[in-house]
């Protein structure tokens, strides 16, 4: 029975072994490929009316907003910066839905690892 309980342990551990490279690996993907907005809070501040409004035109068709250069213009500096801020809080991240493949991926892993304890264990003894 020894045997049984040492092989059984090994395959939960090699499974939990890969399945935390893979999320390593989906993590380090998802930071290479998901890079955090450029536009922070603090180059926002910075920005004069001048840069404002052609970045707020230039976003605001991005997030289906409707606005117009005259309505931009009789906005306030603050008001600017605030509707910028709320355009790039908008732009929501197209996410890829891990799930499926990390589900696809452990039962994958689980019958492979039950198929190896059965083979070994149907193994002849000599």
Known sequence: ?????????????GIWLVGW??????????RVIHKPSALTDEVIDALGREDLIPMILYKAPRVDYE???EELEAMS???????????RD????????????VLI???????????????AMAKPRE
Not at 1 to 13: C, E, Q, R, S, V
Not at 77 to 87: N, Q, S
């Open 90 to 101: 908008r732009q929501a991240r197209e996410e890829m839905e891990w799930w499926p493949l």
């Open 67 to 69: 606005v117009s250069p």
């Open 1 to 13: 029975p020894w045997a049984f309980i040492i092989k059984g342990t090994l395959a939960l551990i």
């Open 77 to 87: 500096d603050d008001g600017l910066r605030a509707l910028l801020k709320e355009l």
């Open 105 to 119: 991926g452990g039962l994958g892993l689980l019958g492979v690892g039950g198929a190896a304890v059965a083979f």
């Open 21 to 30: 490279v893979i999320e390593k690996l989906i993590k380090t993907v998802d």
